[in-house]
């Protein structure tokens, strides 16, 4: 297996350095909106409205903490040697799909049999 040359290494560690910072900035501001929007409407509808909004934006954001922790991790890997590398069956992860989704863990064939085996066990 052949390591991953040092100038995808280091494409990939600025690419999701620029992801990072711009999903932490995000969050930032929205639980800076959400603390100082601790409005109530008269209107019951419009009210409604403002918590499905509020419920709306948070789901968002638990989304995004999740890839955050995602991008953390993948940064790691980068330090330590062992990003691109399948967690599961230890090949090198195909550069196009890294390029697709750089906090991938797995190549496309071990999360492709994941996948179908979640589906067999889902039902």
């Known amino acids: ?3 991953m040359q040092s100038k995808d290494l280091a494409f990939f560690k600025q690419l999701l350095t620029q992801q990072l910072n711009e999903l932490l900035c995000t969050a930032e501001k929205t639980v ?5 929007s601790g409005e109530w409407a ?8 403002m918590e499905t ?11 995004e903490s999740h890839l955050i922790k995602k991008i953390k991790s993948a940064l790691v890997k980068i330090e330590d040697g062992s990003f691109g ?8 992860i195909a550069l196009s799909r890294l390029k697709a989704r750089p906090v ?7 999360k492709t049999q994941m996948e179908a085996f979640e589906k067999v066990t889902d039902v």
């Open 85 to 92: 590398i399948c967690e599961a069956c230890g090949e090198e």
């Open 104 to 110: 991938t863990s797995y190549c496309i064939r071990c």
């Open 1 to 3: 297996m052949e390591a």
């Open 32 to 36: 800076g909106t959400l603390v100082q």
């Open 42 to 49: 008269a209107d019951p509808l419009d009210q409604a409205a």
């Open 53 to 63: 909004t509020r419920t709306y934006t948070l789901r968002i954001r638990d989304r």
